[in-house]
């Protein structure tokens, strides 16, 4: 019999005695298999039907991508418009656009010697997308490939290569069954999948930075360890792969520019002096490169910046006489200081966000990327196995973390149209290089079974939760977290124009709800009934001093038990068929939301009735009390 084939590591000769081979297979083959599965989707999908339409900042992207394929360039023309309404009857809505300018360099005698002018551009006919260019720019040969559906196809590659690092990572480390599991249940359980199907760099950013970070450390974790291929991941070539990578994740967020510092660190720290200067001018180089080439292309280092919008419903040269200036603008030139450090409310804000960042229903870690609390949890636990470049990136997370809370308070997590919290998918990857070695299956299955516990629904079905970012909140675990009251303008449910902002109240005392599920239904005549056996969660919110929140409960053709909570009290009342009875509830300051006052309110009805059925009208619905609400001064 011959003998079995030789894997593809080689171990090194000075190895210890015992120690644990590392087997690279498991890990080809969930790499393979993810791909195989979402690759196969990707080819297949109907993209624009499934889609339903754009979400967040994609018909940027989306064009940026079909212009570099279709075109070579980053021009947005009209014929560029005329191409979206091939597959988007709807147009580009949201796209971001800014005119270009003539840049002109000159060198002489006085300070500061480089003169830079600018001038407008000459062609009127064109403007450029105000956008990083790097992500459509990498998808550009799978879009000239394979249309739209090319996008996807790059998110499945991406998504395989970082399964596939994660393992070899955690492999080096751990059993190769706990590696599997832990590599694949960090991306597979958390919120990641759901941007498999969002034209949009939030996967992209997030594999580049895993696999930067895997460039950097695989070395210290497997010292020695040469995988066929790969041999160059024990060399200072690894380093500089790494810092192009996260130079590359810089120039598409230019906060990931943080993430460079471990790496000098660590170098500086073991005295490798000249390494951490090349390393640092092959970032330099690759991030002023890339700024520089948004220059030389549009004529503005900063793709956010000078005069920048963006459009719904008209857009310009869709006629003759529609130019830049049917947008809004939106420009990201500065930092909004009295906003950001009002003394006011910096500290109770600051405290209330980190409590969100964690455990909010909408943008939290435990619902969204429980596999990274875990990490957190392992890397922290006492007696746990650490090294000291952890430490280095447990910091680098914890700045991030505090940079996004801090820098944009009341929108830290993207936006109300995203899936949990997109602006942290460049951060996410950094937790998995927190994980400690270890060896029990069954703690590996549990980000499995608690991560799946949140995100299953968005996992299975990405497509309808990204145009309802609200719906798969509105029922299960999530129910159970709290509503981030610092985001009220931007939480998910306000794609849903009819269920936000719904003013009640007298004309001269207008206070606004904001109806979080669909157990209450729309506003009759200044009242709302709610749906029967169910709790509907509220915002009520005002400019108003209000000290009571007073509601007239109305019952229906049954009896009913209704239990109102608000501020931490809550008061019951049972009423019988055709009963009315009034509660009231004594209101606390209210959390202040950008100059408004704001509760949360939730209503629990056990019983209700169908009046289809009860009363003989055509209605439908499960009715279980009808709701009059009122402040009280």
């Known amino acids: 019999m011959s003998a079995a084939p030789s894997t593809a590591v080689r171990q090194p000769a ?6 644990r081979p590392l087997d690279v297979r498991p890990g080809l ?6 791909f195989f ?20 900042d994609e018909a940027t992207y989306y064009m940026m991508g079909h212009s570099l394929a279709a075109d070579g360039d980053l021009e947005y023309r009209r014929a560029d418009l ?31 010697f480089l003169h830079v002018s600018y001038g407008a551009d000459p062609d009127k006919q064109r403007l450029y997308y105000g956008k990083s260019f790097i992500y459509p720019l ?28 994660g393992y070899l990572f955690l492999a080096a480390r751990s059993s190769p069954p706990v590696a599997l599991l832990l590599a694949t249940g960090f991306f597979l359980v958390s919120v990641t999948p759901g941007y498999l199907v969002w034209i949009t760099p939030e996967l992209f950013n997030l594999v580049a930075v895993v696999l930067g970070y895997f460039c950097w450390s695989f070395k210290y974790v497997a010292p020695g360890i040469s995988i066929r291929g790969l041999r160059w991941l024990q060399t200072g070539t ?3 792969v790494a810092a192009l990578l996260i130079g590359v994740a810089t120039f598409s967020k230019p906060p990931n520019g943080l993430l460079i510092v471990p790496i000098l660190y660590g170098l500086i720290s073991q005295r490798r002096l000249r390494t951490a200067v090349a390393i640092g ?11 520089a080439l948004n220059l030389g292309v549009s004529g503005d280092w900063n793709f956010q910046g000078g005069a920048r919008s963006t459009y719904y419903g008209a857009f310009p040269f869709q006629t003759a006489d529609a130019g830049f200036d049917v947008g809004l603008e939106r420009a990201t030139n500065e930092v909004l200081t009295n906003i950001v450090f009002d003394p006011s409310v910096f500290w109770s804000r600051l405290g209330s966000n980190v409590v969100y960042f964690f455990i909010g229903r909408h943008s939290g870690m435990v619902p969204y990327f429980f596999p990274g609390v875990f990490a957190l949890a392992a890397f922290l636990w006492p007696g746990a196995r650490r090294v000291s470049w952890q430490w280095l990136i447990f910091a680098v997370a914890i700045v991030e973390i505090l940079l996004i809370l801090i820098w944009i308070p009341y929108n830290y997590f993207g936006g109300g149209g995203v899936l949990g919290n997109r602006y942290f998918m460049n951060a996410y990857g950094l937790f998995l290089f927190l994980l400690p070695p270890l060896d029990s299956i069954g703690l590996a299955l549990a980000p499995w079974a608690v991560g799946a516990l949140f995100t299953a629904k968005i996992v ?22 709290p509503v981030e009251m610092t985001l009220i303008n931007d939480l998910p449910i306000n794609t849903r124009l009819d269920r936000v902002r719904v003013a009640f109240g007298p004309e001269h005392a207008r206070f606004q709800i904001y109806f979080l599920d669909d157990n209450a239904f729309g506003r009759e005549n200044d009242s709302f009934w709610v749906r029967g056996d169910s709790r509907a969660d509220l915002i009520v919110k005002t400019v108003d001093a209000s000290t009571k929140l007073r509601m007239t409960c109305a019952s229906g053709a049954s009896r009913v038990a209704v239990k109102v909570q608000a501020a931490g009290e809550s008061t019951s009342v049972t009423l019988e068929p055709g009963q009315v009875s009034v509660v009231e509830l004594q209101l606390p300051r209210g959390f202040p939301y950008q100059g408004t006052r704001a509760w949360n309110v939730t209503i629990q009805v056990r019983g209700g009735f169908v009046p289809l059925f009860a009363t003989g009208a055509n209605d439908v619905r499960y009715l279980g009390v009808m709701i009059k609400p009122e402040l009280v001064p």
Not at 37 to 56: E, K, N, T
Not at 90 to 101: E, T, Y
Not at 281 to 291: E, P, T
């Open 281 to 291: 001018i092959a970032f330099s180089l690759i991030v002023g490169g890339l700024f």
């Open 460 to 481: 299975l079905n990405p497509f309808y939760s990204s145009f309802y970012p609200a719906e798969h909140a509105k029922t299960g675990p999530l129910r159970w977290l």
């Open 138 to 165: 990498v998808a550009t040969p799978f879009v000239w490939l394979f249309g739209t559906n090319g996008f996807l196809v790059l998110h499945a590659l991406l998504l395989a290569l970082a399964i596939g690092a």
């Open 82 to 112: 005329v191409r979206v309404w091939r597959e988007f009857p709807s147009g580009p809505a949201g796209v971001f656009l800014k005119p270009g300018r003539t840049v002109r360099v000159r060198l002489n005698a006085a300070f500061p």
């Open 37 to 56: 599965v979402y690759g196969g989707m990707a080819l297949s999908v109907d993209f624009p039907r499934a889609a339903f339409g754009f979400q967040s």
């Open 238 to 240: 690894s380093d500089v």
């Open 29 to 34: 083959i969930a790499a393979a298999l993810v």
């Open 14 to 19: 000075d190895r210890a005695p015992g120690a």
